[in-house]
């Protein structure tokens, strides 16, 4: 091993252990000791870290409260950053929280965790066209069975016990902490971009059924029986067309594709 | 290609800002005083969504020049490529004017610390960061430039001064320099070394950009913030450089804190005025 090396893996045992060794490497200087000069570094480490995912953060620190700083740090100790974005060190506190004492023991952190990853990373996923509502116009009666919807890419589906997104949204608008809720069953909830704004709702089971076939390549036909599991089959046709109509106004769908009909997507036949 | 070809010259942008988000609609309604842009390069290579969209605004209204922290050009872990590779996806599509980072080190065994940590000023460390510079060079196509970090630490090993260092990075593996004057101060102040000696020391041909800003005092140790406008013995500082190297692209780095974009206009205005006769005087 170099020299180089040695130093800057001791400094980096430095950096991460709550008692940093004396380092050899170090220069005694006059106006301040090497303790308080390693410090500037240990404590602006710690400091990133708990700034960068407080902002990625907003609806889980405002669930955690005064607990959210030590969840910070704790996680922050068990998983060094490995990314070079700071943002994206955060990407492992979901399951960090599902499966790290104490916080396990209250599965809505996790839940809201989860939520708040899906807003920030859904905020800068790839560019994706939109289908425009009138291309379906053109879509012949005998290519409607077999039609697929594709999705937007970015678009995810998330189950949850708990009004997490009250929490969410009262953090975005800088309203008093929500009280927390424990709902009777868990509930669907989707995250996308439409355009530049991120969006979320929750959505009934038969719309996340129809959705989450469409997310797997599902005929229409098929997101049709999807429905019709759970509204009956006399109400699958008109809740297909209404979620259509909604999908499309709310920019989830990018394209349309069938066998019977040129491949679709944002607009223009590829 | 090799680091022989990057022989193009970098030109002169005047008096800039780095852009941040708190600007982004006040710097396109008035951009005033402002003649171009720093970015931070990191919050840029993402797939796509706001930031980018208002990063093409930007690009049509304003010379851009990219700025890293990521790099960790003294670091002993190997160069990461799928940054390096994202970095020069985001220059080939924006087209800055050129390409910036630390001479530093920002993590080790795959580990991340988010922060510019100090080299030793060792042959050793020379000789490393001489050959990753023109490897990153090659890989970007064009010559980086190199700022001079703020520290609170220094080695028992170091051979060379801070600036012996970095003119000679700079000399050898054929690349430009950033410097920070607050960096300067901050760390002459850290470390009980002389500023002028710094700035004496560094070869002018070399120096492409300023960066300026503002640092906070710590009990006894002076921490780079960017937090706060610039004192008066940076811009004290500032003018000694201008002395020295002459008509230099200029900006204001401000990271947090930060001010209504008129303030941040104001203190342009004053370095402004501060290099004006001195650049008279050597026309």
Redesign the interface.
């Known amino acids: 091993m170099t020299d180089l090396q040695t130093l800057q893996q001791h400094l980096l045992q430095a950096m991460l252990t709550n008692a940093p060794p004396r380092l050899r490497e170090l220069r005694g200087e006059d106006s301040a000791d090497i303790t308080s000069r390693l410090a500037v570094y240990r404590n602006g480490y710690r400091i990133r870290l708990r700034d960068a995912l407080a902002t990625e953060y907003a609806g889980l620190g405002l669930m955690a409260g005064h607990r959210f700083t030590h969840l910070l740090d704790g996680y922050a100790a068990a998983h060094p950053s490995e990314h070079y974005n700071i943002r994206w060190h955060g990407a492992g506190l979901p399951a960090y929280l599902e499966h790290a004492l104490p916080w396990r023991e209250k599965p809505e952190l996790a839940d809201m965790a989860r939520l708040d990853w899906a807003i920030s990373t859904v905020f800068d996923a790839a560019d994706e066209a939109v289908l425009p509502a009138a291309d379906l116009a053109g879509v012949p009666a005998e290519a409607w069975a077999d039609l697929r919807l594709t999705p937007l890419g970015h678009l995810q589906i998330l189950t949850s016990a708990y009004n997490v997104d009250a929490f969410r949204r009262a953090a975005d608008r800088g309203l008093k902490r929500p009280r927390l809720r424990r709902l009777g069953k868990p509930r669907h909830m989707l995250v996308w971009r439409q355009t530049l704004e991120v969006r979320y709702r929750a959505i009934q089971a038969d719309e996340c059924a129809a959705l989450a076939g469409a997310m797997r390549g599902e005929a229409f036909s098929r997101l049709c029986e999807r429905l019709a599991e759970h509204n009956g089959p006399a109400k699958a046709l008109p809740r297909m067309a209404a979620l259509l109509s909604q999908w499309l106004d709310e920019g989830l769908i990018g394209g349309l594709r069938a066998s019977l009909w040129p491949v679709m997507a944002g607009g223009g036949a590829m | 290609m090799n680091s022989e070809s990057h022989t193009n010259q970098l030109p002169y942008l005047g008096y800039g800002l780095g852009l941040r988000v708190d600007h982004y609609e006040a710097l396109l309604e008035n951009p005033g005083n402002v003649e171009w842009l720093e970015i931070v390069s990191?919050n840029y290579?993402?797939?796509?969504?706001?930031?980018?969209?208002w990063l093409e605004r930007f690009r049509e209204r304003f010379p851009l020049v990219m700025h890293g922290v990521?790099m960790?050009i003294g670091?002993?872990d190997p160069l990461?490529h799928g940054?390096l590779a994202r970095l020069a996806g985001l220059a080939r599509h924006i087209e800055p004017m050129w390409v910036s980072d630390h001479l530093c080190?920002?993590?080790?065994?795959?580990?991340?610390?988010?922060?510019l940590?100090p080299?030793?000023y060792?042959e050793?460390?020379l000789a490393?960061v001489v050959d990753r510079v023109r490897r990153v060079q090659d890989i970007l196509g064009r010559r980086i430039l190199l700022e001079n970090v703020s520290s609170?630490?220094?080695?028992?090993?170091?051979q060379l001064t801070e600036w012996q260092f970095l003119a000679a990075v700079a000399e050898r593996a054929d690349c430009m320099i950033l410097l920070d004057i607050n960096n300067i101060h901050v760390s002459a102040?850290?470390?009980?070394f002389s500023a002028l000696d710094y700035l004496d020391g560094i070869p002018p041909a070399r120096v492409q950009q300023f960066h300026l800003a503002g640092h906070e005092h710590?009990?006894?140790?002076l921490?780079d913030t960017h937090d706060a406008p610039i004192v008066d013995s940076v811009w004290d500082l500032y003018v000694e450089a201008v002395r020295r190297y002459g008509r230099v692209s200029t900006m204001i780095e401000r990271d947090d804190h930060i001010p209504p974009l008129t303030e941040l206009q104001a203190e342009l205005d004053h370095a402004r005025r501060l290099a004006a006769p001195l650049l008279r005087e050597a026309a």
């Open positions: 990191e290579l993402i797939p796509g969504g706001r930031p980018l969209a990521s960790s670091s002993t990461d940054y080190w920002t993590g080790v065994q795959g580990v991340n610390l988010h922060d940590m080299l030793p060792t050793e460390a490393h609170y630490i220094s080695f028992a090993q170091s102040h850290n470390h009980g710590g009990e006894r140790l921490i």
